[in-house]
T-cell receptor, first 110, second 115 residues
Framework: GQNIDQPTEMTATEGAIVQINCTYQ??????LFWYQQHAGEAPTFLSY????GLEEKGRFSSFLSRSKGYSYLLLKELQMKDSASYLC???????????FGAGTRLFVKA | DTEVTQTPKHLVMGMTNKKSLKCEQH?????MYWYKQKAKKPPELMFV???????INESVPSRFSPECPNSSLLNLHLHALQPEDSALYLC??????????????FGPGTRLTVT
């Protein structure tokens, strides 16, 4: 089967660092994505990992371990506008499907 | 232009109506997608078009009928929908379907209510 797990909700303080974890079991692997989605809006692309290691992009970093089926998204210097859902998504091999996790709702408090 | 546009933004339709959702992108992307998203749930893939040909149909009921008239446009024709079809319908595009061209750009969605 195919399964993507991430925590349902997290709360963090403005200015802090938060790590959102994602574990996956999919039929093949051809990359992992992180998307941000504000309530009522479309998802926007944050990062893409296909090789093991850390990808850094400004305040956001994403890490992948293919052997462990594990990724995390690291958000630094949290801002109130970072309050949103963060979706982990995995693309499988063979077909052209991207499977989304249920998302982690992040609440940033002052 | 890195934008995917969708019309209408909101749609209310009865179960006997026929309506269409429209999606447009001018990024030269050759893959386009329809997703359905219920509240507090992740997007669920419905259809994928690659080079204007249907590549994936995720066992979607025939009351949803996709159409790709050209490389920039994607339609979703709706007929005889059920109240449980009420959801946010998201269109997305990517450069292609091959590795290295996978990032999807999403439109703002059409919020559909079936009465």
């Amino acid at each position: 089967g195919q399964n993507i797990d991430q925590p349902t909700e997290m709360t963090a303080t403005e200015g802090a660092i938060v790590q959102i974890n994602c574990t996956y079991q999919t039929s093949g692997f051809n990359g992992l994505f992180w998307y941000q989605q504000h309530a009522g809006e479309a998802p926007t692309f944050l990062s893409y990992n296909v090789l093991d290691g850390l990808e850094e992009k400004g305040r956001f970093s994403s890490f992948l371990s293919r052997s462990k089926g594990y990724s995390y998204l690291l958000l630094k210097e949290l801002q109130m506008k970072d309050s949103a859902s963060y979706l982990c998504a995995v693309r499988n091999t063979g077909g052209f499907k991207t499977i989304f996790g249920a998302g982690t709702r992040l609440f940033v408090k002052a | 232009d890195t934008e995917v546009t969708q019309t209408p933004k909101h749609l209310v339709m009865g179960m006997t109506n026929k309506k269409s959702l429209k999606c447009e992108q001018h990024m030269g992307h050759r893959a386009m997608y329809w997703y359905k998203q219920k509240a507090k749930k992740p997007p669920e893939l419905m259809f994928v078009y690659s080079y204007e040909k249907l590549s994936i149909n995720e066992s979607v009921p025939s009351r949803f009928s996709p159409e790709c008239p050209n490389s920039s446009l994607l339609n979703l024709h709706l007929h005889a929908l059920q109240p449980e079809d009420s959801a946010l319908y998201l269109c997305a595009s990517s450069q292609g379907l091959l590795a290295g061209a996978l990032e999807q750009y999403f439109g703002p969605g059409t919020r559909l209510t079936v009465t």
